[in-house]
């Protein structure tokens, strides 16, 4: 039963595709939902390499390729990462004080912060991303590298991670992943990561994107737990976007 609400959890929280309401929800399933997280969003690896695979076919420029993934993979999560990278950016410049950071991150319209982070974060998935669609499997990889991108999830809420709420959508998944499924969720992401790079040609580069995303990762929940007392769900949401930056950057060197 536990497996099952894990699974729902995850696909309902991390995805479009509707499906039922989990019969709990409570930090051991929320945990294992996180450790589930790159294989919940199979729907979206798919329906993203499908999207490669036909503007390869039928000879779309790759650029314009590379929009119609990002913008396919927006709507199958209701662009719910970026909004949170949105609001991470602008509570991390909004003020000093921890309590209007958090403020602003839940009630605020998004800012020039925001705005800025979206844009840059977007404009380098989608320039690596063309790069990567170029590779006659590129498609392929494509696919692994969202599922290798959502790891981000468990290892950012492994436990000893501090919630800098007590309330919101990921105040029970913070904490929850015991250490043994983040690293779990690291060596699937390694095998992802590696068999995205032999499809492109190169596996270092595209693991050392791994290695950035690791550092990133590092960096955001330090600075959150600094700033902010702990991380939230909106931290969650621009982790996953800036993970899959940094992985997609890592395979278009290759």
Known sequence: MILRDAWVLATGTLTAVPVRPPSRVDRPVA????AL???????LAVAAATLALLGQWLGVAPLVTAYVVLLALALGTRAFHWDGLADTADGLTASYSPERSLEVMRTGPVGP???VAVVLVAGLQAASLASVVRHDHGWLAVGLLVCASRTCLALACVRGVPAARADGLGATHIGSVPVVGALL????AIVLVALAGFILGAVWPALAGLVLVLAALLALVLRCARRLGGITGDVLGAAVEISFALLLLGASIS
Not at 37 to 43: E, G, I, K, N, S
Not at 185 to 188: E, Q, R
């Open 31 to 34: 945990g294992l939902a996180m």
């Open 37 to 43: 997280a790159p294989v919940a969003v199979l729907p």
């Open 113 to 115: 912060a925001g705005v």
């Open 185 to 188: 969720s690291l060596a699937l």
